[in-house]
């Protein structure tokens, strides 16, 4: 049985970090790419940041660049987990992360055959 499960969201004040996790079973992160999504209130799902499972090239969404780094953990006996390190964090950070497979890593386009079931961001004072 296929499953994505994230862990690590919470409440953060602006400038703080957090670290979101990913941990992808019934199959292997050198078969499927993954990547991370988010959606505030109110707004539409956006893509954040992606990782290819061939060559571990990896897509940033601009608003997030220099400050967000996702990597993956996928070697034998590993965890099979997709990190999103995130610093210098901002109020409009603030959304439910989800992590989902995506074909098109590059561009960071889900394919919707996937999902886990989000984890809460705040970002606040």
């Known amino acids: 049985q296929v499953q994505l499960v994230e862990s690590g969201g919470g409440l953060v004040q602006p400038g703080g970090s957090l670290r979101l996790s990913c941990a992808a079973s019934?199959?292997?992160?050198?078969?499927?790419?993954l990547g991370w999504f988010r959606q505030a209130p109110g707004k539409e799902r956006e893509a954040v940041s992606c990782?290819?499972?061939?060559?571990?090239?990896?897509?940033?969404?601009d608003s997030v660049k220099g400050r967000f780094t996702i990597s993956r953990d996928n070697a034998k006996n590993a965890k099979n987990t997709v990190y999103l390190q995130m610093n210098s964090l901002k109020p409009e950070d603030t959304g439910v992360y989800y992590c989902?497979?995506?074909?098109?890593?590059?561009?960071?386009?889900?394919?919707?055959?996937?999902w886990g079931q989000g984890t809460q961001v705040t970002v606040s004072s």
């Open positions: 019934g199959f292997s992160l050198d078969v499927h790419s």
């Open positions: 989902a497979t995506t074909r098109a890593p590059v561009y960071c386009i889900p394919d919707n055959d996937y």
């Open positions: 990782i290819s499972s061939s060559d571990g090239r990896t897509y940033y969404a």
